[in-house]
């Protein structure tokens, strides 16, 4: 989900807009259901620390919700909240947003009052014809209560012509371009569904005294005792209810579907299985990757805490080379990304990292982190490593050099900040102050991914943060005009 700054209801497509991770979470079918969907919003705090949100489906068929800012834990703590929140079925969300609108109108997940019921979404993925869309949709009638993208889904399924819940969502889904994993509740049924390339994860669970469970990640699954079932498949829909789980695919089985990658590198927890792998495992094996690419004469290998941590492991194990906690992270700051001004970023970084003296001193250092985005938190560490007496500074990055932006649905700011589409390997290396500087390639990056590397005919991961090649046409991008649009056509199926 994206928000559009609050200044114009058409601002959705702004290169400069926020773009959003999120986590979502389903369950059908326990007594406990909001009390588990709030666990398993815990496990996936990682994917969004602005905002949490739980819609509840009691017995009678009435809905119940509880959203706020923050954490998690500052919203769902309460025993008097999650029994606010009674029913066998349940769905949360959790919010990630950078600057723009945090207004509680844009928390998921939404809800909506149609003719045939209660309907509740929650969207993890960023849609990139919902400018277009919504200016359609406004033009019809539609009054949009939130200035997020997920809210085209809600005015999609109202104005569809076809009758039950399940079309009128295909209905939907078949308008909408762009990266979605979305958990829906009606009074007869949750619904998981992915987009038709699955560029972002869903997962089903089963829970051992009976129920189901759709979460972003396997973590979701873990904290809830949920056995994991599969993933849900790119481009289908699942649609759990008392009767069980039934597989809806309406769209054609992609021939090279387009798993984000950058899921691997950084966002996903390493406890997580992705695809059948533990993101943990993938990590090592592309720092040990990284390790061969760019191999370099060090004394200690020292993670950047704690993205660079398992892909630090992998490289001083094929390195040979001891792996040390040469900088403490605070866990108790949040994330520096997310921080609005450069300046207060940057001090950001000093609060979050602290250089571990003892581990540095005297050592040629090679500094492991996941990715360099605008390049403020390697040139902060690297001097931070200096200072506490490091002879040799070499910085490894396990992705290759950010050069796209990524509209999706993971959070990179225009690309005329990104350091890497402006500068070169030994330009950045200067910027940053390192003495050297490498990227895993591409075609490595896809080794440690289990492949024989890059197809560029049909490449196996959505990559363009490093390429630039965007698989789902980001027409958004493409109609910054305010010229009048046809109505919606509502699509025949
Ligand atoms: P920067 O300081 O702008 O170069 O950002 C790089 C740092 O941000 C790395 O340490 C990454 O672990 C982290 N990072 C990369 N991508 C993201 C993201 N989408 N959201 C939050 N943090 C990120």
């Not at 997580?272 to 690419?293: C, F, N, Q």
């Not at 690297?382 to 002879?391: I, K, N, S």
């Not at 990524?406 to 390997?425: M, N, Q, W």
């Not at 024989?452 to 196996?460: E, T």
């Amino acid at each position: 989900m994206t928000d559009a700054p609050a200044a114009s209801q058409w601002d959705i497509g702004d290169d400069d807009h926020p773009h959003e991770e999120c986590g979502v979470v389903g369950v059908w079918g326990s007594p406990d259901a909001a009390a588990l969907t709030a666990l398993g919003l815990h496990a996936l705090q990682h994917r969004g620390q602005e905002a949490a949100g739980i819609v509840s489906l009691a017995p009678q068929g009435q809905f119940h919700a509880h959203k706020g800012r923050g954490l998690v834990g500052d919203n769902f703590s309460n025993a008097a909240v999650i029994a606010g929140l009674p029913g066998h079925a349940a769905l949360g969300h959790n919010r990630y947003a950078t600057t723009g609108e945090t207004a509680l109108r844009n928390v998921q997940p939404l809800y909506a009052d149609f003719e045939f019921g209660g309907f509740a979404v929650a969207h993890n993925g960023n849609l990139t014809n919902a400018h277009v869309l919504k200016r359609a949709l406004v033009r019809r009638g539609c009054l949009f209560q939130s200035t997020t993208d997920s809210e085209v889904f809600i005015h999609l399924i109202a104005i569809s012509l076809y009758s039950t819940v399940m079309d009128r969502l295909i209905d939907a889904l078949k308008q909408v371009q762009g990266a979605y994993s979305l958990v829906a509740l009606h009074n007869g049924a949750l619904i998981g569904a992915r987009d038709p390339l699955g560029v972002r994860p869903l997962v089903l669970g089963k829970l051992a005294a009976g129920g189901f469970v759709l979460s972003s990640e396997t973590c979701g699954l873990d904290i809830v005792g949920a056995d994991f079932v599969r993933d849900v498949e790119p481009g289908e829909i699942v649609l759990i209810d008392d009767a069980g789980v039934r597989s809806i695919r309406p769209f054609a089985r992609p021939a090279s579907p387009r798993f984000c990658i950058f899921e691997y590198i950084y966002f996903a927890r390493p406890d997580s299985i992705v695809e059948g792998t533990p993101v943990y495992d993938t990590r090592k094996r592309i720092g040990a990757e990284l390790a061969r690419e760019s191999g370099v004469a060090a004394d200690v290998i020292v993670p950047v805490p704690d993205s660079g941590v398992p892909a630090a492991m992998g490289y001083a194990a094929e390195a040979g080379i001891p792996f040390e906690l040469g900088i403490i992270r605070n866990h108790y700051v949040g994330r520096t990304f997310i921080e609005p001004t450069d300046q207060i970023r940057n001090l950001g970084v000093k609060l979050k990292h602290s250089a571990n003296r003892s581990m540095i001193e005297g050592k040629r250092v090679v500094l492991v982190d996941d990715s360099i985005v605008r390049g403020t938190t390697s040139r902060k560490i690297v001097e931070m490593v200096r200072q506490a007496g490091a002879t040799e500074v070499h910085m490894r990055i396990s992705s290759p050099p950010t050069t796209h932006s990524c509209f999706y649905g993971i959070d990179t700011p225009e690309r005329s900040k990104l350091l890497a589409a402006k500068h070169d390997v030994a330009e950045m290396a200067r910027i940053i102050g390192a003495d050297s500087l490498g990227f895993i390639s591409l075609d490595g990056l896809y080794r440690a991914l289990g492949r024989p590397g890059r197809d560029a005919a049909a490449p196996a991961y959505c990559d363009a943060c490093f390429t630039g090649d965007y698989a789902i046409p980001l027409l958004d991008q493409q109609d910054n005009s305010e010229r009048p649009l046809p109505l919606l056509q509502v699509a025949n199926r």
